[in-house]
């Protein structure tokens, strides 16, 4: 962990009650965490828009009984070869399969990737979760 450094902010008296209200109900204990982590999500924000490296947790929940979709489905992930770190497949039920696949890359490819397969016929719930180290999102450190 860096050393921590203080900072004031001035904001208007409602936004800052405002600001209380969500913190508290989110479970914060103090204005300095939420702050905090308010800044990590808007900091990744820009990673993900600048197609900086970030990790994708993909989730899929599809139909195996439609024809060739498991194959297709697979064949993605070995063609995504070294970006995929990880895959985790549930038989759900007699249907449906649950399949967690988490890549690492650059976020437009990795987008790109969920994207393809979530619109695969026989998926039918998914969602991409990009998230990155707390490392990765400070800023470089200059070299004097
Ligand atoms: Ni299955």
């Known amino acids: 962990m860096t050393e921590l450094s203080r900072t004031g902010i001035s904001l208007e008296q409602d936004l800052l009650a405002g600001f209380d209200h969500l913190i ?41 009984h439609v ?22 497949h549930v038989h759900l039920d007699h249907h449906y399969c649950l399949e967690v696949i988490i890549m690492k890359g650059r976020s437009h ?15 039918e719930l998914g969602k991409l979760v990009l998230t990155n180290s707390g490392a990765a999102l400070r800023a470089e450190s200059h070299t004097h």
């Open 24 to 64: 508290a109900r989110r479970g914060y204990k103090n204005r300095s965490e939420a702050l905090r982590d308010l800044i990590r999500e808007a900091l990744l924000g820009e990673a993900v828009d600048s197609n900086k490296p970030v990790v994708g947790t993909l989730t899929l929940v599809y139909d195996h």
């Open 109 to 123: 490819e990795i987008q790109e990737m969920a994207d393809r397969m979530l619109a695969m016929r026989g998926v």
């Open 67 to 88: 024809p060739n979709l498991s194959q297709k489905l697979t064949e993605a992930q070995h063609h995504a070869g070294a970006m995929v770190l990880a895959a985790t």
